[in-house]
């Protein structure tokens, strides 16, 4: 019986044509856990399609925001869980780690159904969420340079 190969993976830093990442003017001071903007660029690559997907948060913002607020109201802990479940996945998009982490407890917080301490998760998530879609803005217009 012969042994399986495992094909062989060639790491960034053996590449030798690799070119360190760009960052853009203006956020290079701005906190990795905010914004990783080269995370962002590796995932997406095109710069027209960063743009539109950079464009849509704002409003995407407005739709799980209405859409948990809607559901806290109600007291159904399943469709507030249904509801911050989305914002996880729409967050896991644009490569915001805080954000991203806000966005998990409240979804555990969702989960358990202590609905109260979730209202309150997600007053800070949106707060990490507002500071995100500012990074994300400058960024968006950096693009167009």
Same mark, same amino acid.
């Given at each position: 019986m012969?042994?399986?190969?495992? #094909?062989?993976?060639? !790491?960034?830093?053996?590449? #030798? ?7 853009? #003017? ?13 995370? /962002? ?5 095109d ?8 464009? !849509? ?5 407005? /739709? ?9 109201a ?7 869980h249904?509801?911050t479940? $989305? ?6 998009? &644009?490569? $915001?780690?805080?954000? &991203?982490?806000? +966005?998990? +407890?409240?979804?555990? !917080? ?5 609905? #109260?301490?979730? +209202?309150?998760? /997600? ?9 995100? $879609? ?12």
């Open positions: 012969k042994p399986s190969r495992k #094909p062989s993976r060639k !790491l960034e830093s053996q590449t #030798p044509d690799k070119k360190p990442a760009r960052q853009t #003017p203006g956020l290079e001071k701005e906190d990795p856990t905010i914004f990783d903007e080269q995370g /962002f660029r590796a995932s997406l690559g710069a027209e399609l960063m743009r539109t997907v950079l464009l !849509l948060f704002p409003e995407e913002i407005g /739709f799980h925001e209405r859409a948990i607020r809607q559901s806290l109600t007291g159904d802990a399943k469709q507030v249904a509801a479940h $989305a914002l996880v996945g729409m967050i896991g998009n &644009y490569w $915001a780690p805080r954000c &991203y982490q806000q +966005a998990r +407890a409240l979804d555990h !917080l969702a989960r358990e159904a202590r609905l #109260p301490e979730a +209202a309150q998760s /997600f007053d800070a998530c949106l707060h990490e969420m507002k500071k995100l $879609a500012a990074i994300l803005s400058r960024f968006a217009q950096s693009l167009d340079h």
